[in-house]
């Protein structure tokens, strides 16, 4: 069945890299998303990665995607006071014509001063 | 653009009411979904849209839950009648068919406190 699964809460100092993890369960998916919500907003896409690349760099970010074992993660480096938000991993079977996104359960990130 | 519209922010309710919340998708958006999110369930999909017309709604969890789209700028989400453990923020998303990227813009939310 369709799952996404990330363990629910990380938290790093300011100034060190926060690595999030996540695994999903449906290969046929074409793309992988993390999206970012703030307290008190929605979700918001902060980047995807194409099922063919191994990696992604954004900025501070990093996306690194290992088709094999289903295993996709996010670093963030010098992490920040304001990154402290919750990150979803999210998937989009392409059984569901890509428009069904199935979201993980979020992981909490803090990020002490 | 405004981004994705939800109204209310915020509603208290007794048990037994009719709570209708309301959503407003970005223009030329013609995907429209509805999702719930508690801390003990996550984020949960409850219904989407094409084109107005419901695709898939084998999330919403009872009969007492409704959705419809009368046109491509309004949404609504009915609970009637609304029970405590329907508690939560409600959140409106609207994507475009920009196939297989199909990222979804998620509205502020509505937080449903029912008493």
């Known amino acids: 069945g369709e799952d996404v699964e990330q363990s629910l809460f990380l938290s790093v100092r300011e100034g060190d890299s926060s690595v999030i993890n996540c695994t999903y369960t449906?290969?046929?998916?074409?793309?992988l998303y993390w999206y970012k919500q703030e307290p008190g907003a929605g979700l918001q896409l902060l980047t995807y990665i194409f099922s063919n690349m191994d990696m992604k760099q954004d900025q501070r970010l990093t996306v690194l995607l290992n088709k094999k074992d289903k295993h996709l993660s996010l670093r963030i480096a010098d992490t920040q006071t304001g990154d402290s938000a919750i990150y979803f991993c999210?998937?989009?079977?392409?059984?569901?014509?890509?428009?069904?996104?199935?979201f993980g359960a979020g992981t909490r990130l803090f990020v002490k001063a | 653009d405004a981004g994705v519209i939800q109204s209310p922010r915020h509603e208290v309710t007794e048990m037994g009411q009719e709570v209708t919340l309301r959503c407003k998708p970005i223009?030329?958006?013609?995907?429209l979904f509805w999702y719930r999110q508690t801390m003990m369930r996550g984020l949960e999909l409850l219904i989407y849209f094409n084109n107005n017309v419901p695709i898939d709604d084998s999330g919403m969890p009872e009969d007492r839950f409704s959705a419809k789209m009368p046109n491509a700028s309004f949404s609504t989400l009915k609970i009637q009648p609304s029970e405590p453990r329907d508690s939560a923020v409600y959140f409106c998303?609207?994507?475009?068919?920009?196939?297989?990227?199909?990222?979804?813009?998620f509205g502020p939310g509505t937080r449903l406190t029912v008493l």
């Open positions: 999210a998937e989009s079977p392409s059984g569901t014509g890509g428009f069904k996104t199935i």
């Open positions: 223009s030329g958006h013609d995907y």
């Open positions: 998303a609207s994507s475009f068919r920009d196939p297989p990227r199909n990222t979804q813009y």
């Open positions: 449906d290969s046929s998916s074409t793309y």
